[in-house]
């Protein structure tokens, strides 16, 4: 069974960068998809980017162009590069594995693995 472990969150103000980190104990983690998502106070959890087993990648349009998600699969680790971060980007972020296979999701219920959370605050 894949664990995961978020790293990375912290503290910043607009404008600025932070690299979330993903770090995957299991077997198989380069076989799997997978995701980062995030949950802001009062709000659900919502989708924010994917990555296939091949290096596939998708975004949500409120962070394209503005976040990298990328995977050393020698290193079983997964990365979010979140630059000109703004207040709205203010939440609890987690990463999602789906080691079931099949095709990466942007939904909730395609991943049965999820990591704790690293929370994320962007202050004006």
């Known amino acids: 069974q894949v664990q995961l472990v978020e790293s990375g969150g912290g503290s910043v103000q607009a404008g600025g960068s932070l690299r979330l980190s993903c770090a995957a104990s299991?077997?198989?983690?380069?076989?799997?998809?997978m995701g980062w998502f995030r949950q802001a106070p009062g709000k659900e959890r919502e989708w924010v980017s994917l990555?296939?087993?091949?290096?596939?990648?998708s975004y949500a349009d409120s962070v394209k162009g503005r976040f990298t998600i990328s995977r050393d699969n020698a290193k079983n680790t997964l990365y979010l590069q979140m630059n000109s971060l703004k207040p709205e980007d203010t939440a609890m972020y987690y990463c999602?594995?789906?080691?079931?296979?099949?095709?990466?999701?942007?939904?909730?219920?395609?991943?049965?693995?999820w990591g704790q959370g690293t929370q994320v605050t962007v202050s004006s």
């Open positions: 990555i296939s087993a091949y290096g596939g990648t």
């Open positions: 299991g077997y198989a983690y380069s076989s799997y998809c």
């Open positions: 999602a594995a789906d080691s079931r296979g099949g095709y990466c999701s942007t939904r909730i219920r395609g991943y049965n693995v």
